[in-house]
């Protein structure tokens, strides 16, 4: 049973959406208590980094993340989410972050290139470049193209934890993980066929533990 860590800022109509069409069980919860009783966490995120980390700091949520996944309890983190798991973020004043993998979150520089325009948000399709294809989350994946919708992305020196990538002006970091600690920087939930068999994946992982 996956627990849906309801914070105030998670996009949380799709991501149901997408776990029941896939038949996962899951629970929507504010409630440490009943949180607690999962067998694995699901953080999503929309938003900014620094109202994200104050939301989940007001009521010790934060604190009962980072004891879950010490005491080996798998996560996964969606977009801002995804952010959240790192250091520290850039957005609005540096500000810590879970301190669950190794990396600063930074705003995308936007240029144009030969033409060729960088916009700030990094929004639409993109190509996932993958680095380990062993990993669970991107396991038997029939298609690599993704949504994405953000404006900062991660800067991390640990290419143990960068699963895969996408490529806008320099290298996104699209799909993180180290041990039971996952995180995906586009939305699976609107992602097609690949989303899916990540979210999908995730919950394999879990049942299997």
């Not at 067998?39 to 104050?54: E, I, R, S, T, Y």
């Not at 325009?117 to 396991?139: C, R």
């Amino acid at each position: 049973m996956i627990g849906i860590i309801d914070y105030g800022m998670g996009n949380l109509h799709s991501v149901q959406n997408a776990l029941r069409r896939l038949e996962i069980e899951y629970f929507l919860s504010e409630n440490k208590e009943e949180l607690a009783k999962a067998d694995a966490l699901l953080l999503p995120g929309v938003g900014a980094f620094k109202d994200a980390m104050h939301a989940l700091r007001k009521d010790g949520m934060d604190e009962f993340i980072v004891t879950s996944v010490q005491e080996r309890k798998p996560i996964l983190g969606i977009c801002l989410g995804m952010q959240l798991l790192f250091e520290e973020g850039e957005e609005h004043g540096l500000t810590k972050g879970l301190n669950l993998l190794p990396g600063r979150v930074v705003h995308i520089p936007g240029t144009t290139i030969d033409g060729l325009s960088y916009k700030v948000p990094h929004m639409g399709w993109n190509e996932l470049i993958i680095h380990n294809p062993e990993a669970q989350l991107l396991s038997n994946l029939s298609a690599n193209h993704v949504y994405f919708v953000h404006s900062y992305f991660v800067k991390t020196e640990d290419r143990n934890v960068l699963l895969a990538s996408a490529d806008y002006y320099e290298e996104v970091p699209a799909v993180v993980g180290k041990d039971h600690i996952f995180g995906t920087q586009f939305h699976p939930e609107k992602s097609g066929d690949a989303g899916l068999e990540m979210l999908r994946n995730f919950a394999n992982y879990v049942r299997e533990r």
